[in-house]
Nanobody, 113 residues
Framework: QLQLVESGGGLVQAGGSLRLSCAASGRTFSSLSMAWYRQAPGTEREFVARINSGNSTYYSNSVKGRFTISRDNAKNTAYLQMNSLKPEDTAIYYC???????WGQGTQVTVSS
């Protein structure tokens, strides 16, 4: 069974930066695709970014050019570097792993204007 634990959320002013981490355990991390999703109050969960086992990356149009997804297989951790944050980025951010319905518990990101 795969466990995912997110960290790094918090309160930041518009224009600021945060780095989220997703630590994985229980499976061979290097073979997994890892993704970040987010969910704002009253909205559906939406895709943010994905990195596959070969380090190819994909982004939603709303974050392209501002967010960077990366991974460190030695640490079994995926990251989401978020720059130039906007109030509309406020949401709970979740990481997800491929190979099943594996989600973390989420970490809150709040961007003040």
């Amino acid at each position: 069974q795969l466990q995912l634990v997110e960290s790094g959320g918090g309160l930041v002013q518009a224009g600021g930066s945060l780095r989220l981490s997703c630590a994985a355990s229980g499976r061979t991390f290097s073979s997994l695709s890892m993704a970040w999703y987010r969910q704002a109050p009253g909205t559906e969960r939406e895709f943010v970014a994905r990195i596959n086992s070969g380090n190819s990356t994909y982004y939603s149009n709303s974050v392209k050019g501002r967010f960077t997804i990366s991974r460190d297989n030695a640490k079994n951790t995926a990251y989401l570097q978020m720059n130039s944050l906007k109030p509309e980025d406020t949401a709970i951010y979740y990481c997800k792993a491929s190979g099943g319905d594996f989600w973390g518990q989420g970490t809150q990101v709040t961007v003040s204007s």
